[in-house]
């Protein structure tokens, strides 16, 4: 030990480590490619494997390379140090690094009373596995040398305490909030200048330790997080910490926060760097570690998972894996994240065919997805909603939205609407809406391909309001322009029918009435209107025109009543309904079997002229007998 009672430390001189020791060195050793001056005495008495390297030389002034040195120049600094009985500090952020040195050199307590490597495990499990930000320091620190950490288990016992800690009242065990940095007594209360102040740390809130673990290497932060999953941590708190950890490193997708709270916390001990990380491997890494959980919130943060994997280039299986688990809660999505744009080489400005094969996932998902269990977590998601209408109204305001792009083909805009099945559409005004918007943008479409988009819309299920613009609508072919106006004089006939049969059925005596066949046939209840009706009596809320005569309109029905009383006796209830209309000044709309002729099938005026003809008597009679409405 004549070399080691002489050391005062050591100095640098070019590239080359030298040892203040007033002895000439005896041994070179060599850690990436920097040369380190030493004495072999004070080195093997402590390291096995420098003992093992004198053994098998014979040379005296003996130089050797140590291969993959662990931790680097630094650790060996620390480890040469500790062998000459310098001083040398262990703390959180070299630990790791020390521990694998202290292995590799084998400095075990054969070799050497409270050698290096009890050491080091000593100060880990005493000091680092007991204190949260401890285990995170030590965790990011272990990158460099995460092989043989791994085969001493030092992640392993890392990610455990984590886990364990993280399930626990963070005022237990010591280091909690990052926010109050040293500011906090053992037993989790605040202090000030030393002095426990009775102030308790706020630890209901689940998400305190995102921003910790964001700092850690992709690799550990999967690890980590299925580690929690194993303990059994909520999956709605895990996917808090998964979408955290994204929106850090994929820019992309902060603008789809969908209302979270999006906290910014400051780290107010680490002083940490953020890790580097690999987008495409972040976003694999990601899919993976999501569960099969349904939310708004979840499915706004897919949406703008898969936009940023299409702008990056990911695995096939990576995508096709986000649309399936979109599709599967598609009922929850927003209009806004479903609008992805092409990143690709293409005219058209929105990735329709990716919304269709969302579509494709939705119908064929057998089994729905279950939401996650706390309602705070989405609290506009309504469990009771029906999904398949849900999508359908979505659909069709996207399909809105994307008409208006020139490059959109036809059979695009066909695909996507039926790729619904029928049922999921009460109504068709949303579908009209939207061939509106594509004719109008596509003036230079044929007649024919117009009538083939405008054949996916069931005009029986369109409302009063949307007939009557479809009536009047020029770019509409004129055949469904006249499918329109038959419709719509069903619709106004249907509803003149149901008026008329509400009043009868009020003026009849209790029990059941019968209706006669031809009219029944007539009465074709959809569309709400004689549930309107029936809940406005004396129909105040659809005659807009009368609103001013509320009392001459109360003396009309009075008439209306009696004169069905009348119609109800004499048992003449096919004559009825003209004999009420006369009396109340409204002029019913002619049926098929009334002897006028169609003024489309009529010789002389060319078709056009005919349609305008048909349009300006329609729509006074649709005024008419809107006034009874």
């Given at each position: 030990m004549a070399p080691a009672g002489k050391v005062t430390g050591f100095h640098k001189e070019g590239n080359d480590w030298f040892c203040n020791a007033g002895l000439p060195s005896d041994i070179t050793v060599v850690v990436d490619g920097i040369k380190f001056h030493l004495h072999k005495f004070p080195l093997v008495s402590k390291c096995g494997k420098i003992a093992r390297i004198c053994e098998e030389s014979s040379e005296k002034a003996l130089v050797t390379v140590l291969e993959e040195f662990p931790g680097g120049l630094d650790t060996f600094l620390i480890a040469v140090k500790f062998c000459y009985g310098l001083r040398m500090e262990l703390t959180p952020r070299n630990i790791v690094m020390v521990y694998c040195a202290a292995d590799y050199l084998q400095m075990m307590d054969e070799f050497g009373e409270d050698n290096l490597l009890s050491k080091s495990e000593n100060f880990f499990h005493k000091n680092v596995l007991h204190n949260w930000k401890d285990c995170i320091l030590a965790l990011q620190s272990s990158d460099p040398v995460i092989a043989r950490a791994e085969k001493l288990q030092i992640i392993r016992k890392c990610l455990s305490a984590l886990s364990m800690m993280v399930c626990t009242d963070p005022s237990l065990f010591g280091w909690p909030m990052m926010m109050y940095g040293s500011l906090q007594s053992p037993g989790g209360s605040i202090l000030w200048n030393g002095i426990n102040t009775g102030a308790r740390i706020r630890s209901a809130e689940s998400d305190w330790w995102f921003e910790d673990i964001s700092y850690l290497s992709v690799g550990l932060f999967e690890r980590l997080i299925n580690t929690m999953e194993t303990r059994g941590i909520r999956p709605e708190i895990l996917v808090g910490a998964i979408m955290y950890y994204g929106r850090k490193y994929l820019p992309g997708l902060g603008r789809w926060k969908s209302g979270q709270s999006g906290k910014t916390r400051t780290v107010a001990s680490f002083s940490l760097t953020p890790a580097v990380v690999d987008q495409k491997v972040l976003i694999e890494t990601i899919e993976k570690l999501l569960p099969e959980k349904k939310g708004k919130s979840f499915c706004?943060?897919?949406?703008?998972?898969?936009?940023?994997?299409?702008?990056?280039?990911?695995?096939?299986?990576?995508?096709?894996?986000?649309?399936?688990?979109?599709?599967?809660?598609?009922?929850?999505?927003?209009?806004?994240?479903?609008?992805?744009?092409?990143?690709?080489?293409?005219?058209?400005?929105?990735?329709?065919?990716?919304?269709?094969?969302?579509?494709?996932?939705?119908?064929?998902?057998?089994?729905?997805?279950?939401?996650?269990?706390?309602?705070?977590?989405?609290?506009?998601?309504?469990?009771?909603?029906?999904?398949?209408?849900?999508?359908?109204?979505?659909?069709?305001?996207?399909?809105?939205?994307?008409?208006?792009?020139?490059?959109?083909?036809?059979?695009?805009?066909?695909?996507?609407?039926?790729?619904?099945?029928?049922?999921?559409?009460?109504?068709?005004?949303?579908?009209?809406?939207?061939?509106?918007?594509?004719?109008?943008?596509?003036?230079?479409?044929?007649?024919?391909?117009?009538?083939?988009?405008?054949?996916?819309?069931?005009?029986?299920?369109?409302?009063?309001?949307?007939?009557?613009?479809?009536?009047?609508?020029?770019?509409?072919?004129?055949?469904?322009?006249?499918?329109?106006?038959?419709?719509?004089?069903?619709?106004?006939?249907?509803?003149?029918?149901?008026?008329?049969?509400?009043?009868?059925?009020?003026?009849?005596?209790?029990?059941?009435?019968?209706?006669?066949?031809?009219?029944?046939?007539?009465?074709?209840?959809?569309?709400?209107?004689?549930?309107?009706?029936?809940?406005?009596?004396?129909?105040?809320?659809?005659?807009?025109?009368?609103?001013?005569?509320?009392?001459?309109?109360?003396?009309?029905?009075?008439?209306?009543?009696?004169?069905?009383?009348?119609?109800?006796?004499?048992?003449?209830?096919?004559?009825?309904?003209?004999?009420?209309?006369?009396?109340?000044?409204?002029?019913?709309?002619?049926?098929?079997?009334?002897?006028?002729?169609?003024?489309?099938?009529?010789?002389?005026?060319?078709?056009?002229?005919?349609?305008?003809?048909?349009?300006?008597?329609?729509?006074?009679?649709?005024?008419?007998?809107?006034?009874?409405?």
């Open positions: 706004c943060f897919l949406l703008g998972l898969l936009r940023v994997a299409l702008i990056l280039g990911v695995s096939q299986m990576c995508k096709d894996s986000l649309e399936r688990r979109i599709g599967m809660q598609l009922e929850v999505a927003t209009l806004d994240s479903l609008l992805i744009p092409v990143y690709s080489d293409s005219d058209t400005l929105y990735d329709v065919d990716c919304v269709e094969r969302i579509i494709h996932h939705f119908m064929s998902s057998e089994s729905r997805i279950t939401s996650f269990s706390p309602p705070s977590l989405d609290p506009e998601t309504s469990p009771a909603s029906e999904p398949l209408r849900k999508v359908a109204k979505l659909i069709d305001n996207y399909i809105a939205e994307v008409a208006s792009d020139v490059n959109l083909k036809p059979r695009k805009i066909r695909f996507l609407a039926e790729a619904l099945p029928e049922s999921s559409r009460p109504l068709h005004d949303g579908l009209y809406r939207a061939l509106d918007i594509y004719f109008k943008a596509h003036p230079w479409l044929s007649e024919k391909e117009k009538e083939e988009l405008c054949n996916i819309i069931d005009y029986q299920k369109l409302s009063i309001d949307a007939c009557a613009h479809a009536s009047q609508n020029a770019r509409l072919p004129l055949r469904v322009v006249l499918q329109v106006l038959f419709f719509e004089q069903m619709q106004l006939r249907t509803a003149l029918a149901g008026c008329l049969n509400v009043l009868d059925t009020e003026s009849a005596p209790a029990g059941p009435m019968t209706v006669p066949s031809e009219m029944a046939g007539q009465i074709v209840q959809r569309d709400g209107w004689i549930t309107v009706v029936r809940e406005n009596q004396v129909l105040k809320g659809d005659m807009e025109s009368m609103r001013s005569r509320v009392g001459e309109l109360e003396e009309e029905f009075n008439k209306i009543k009696q004169e069905m009383k009348k119609v109800t006796k004499s048992h003449s209830s096919l004559s009825s309904p003209r004999l009420v209309a006369r009396k109340i000044g409204c002029k019913l709309i002619p049926r098929s079997t009334d002897a006028q002729p169609d003024p489309v099938d009529s010789a002389g005026p060319t078709p056009r002229a005919s349609i305008e003809q048909a349009r300006r008597s329609h729509h006074s009679r649709h005024r008419k007998s809107f006034s009874l409405f």
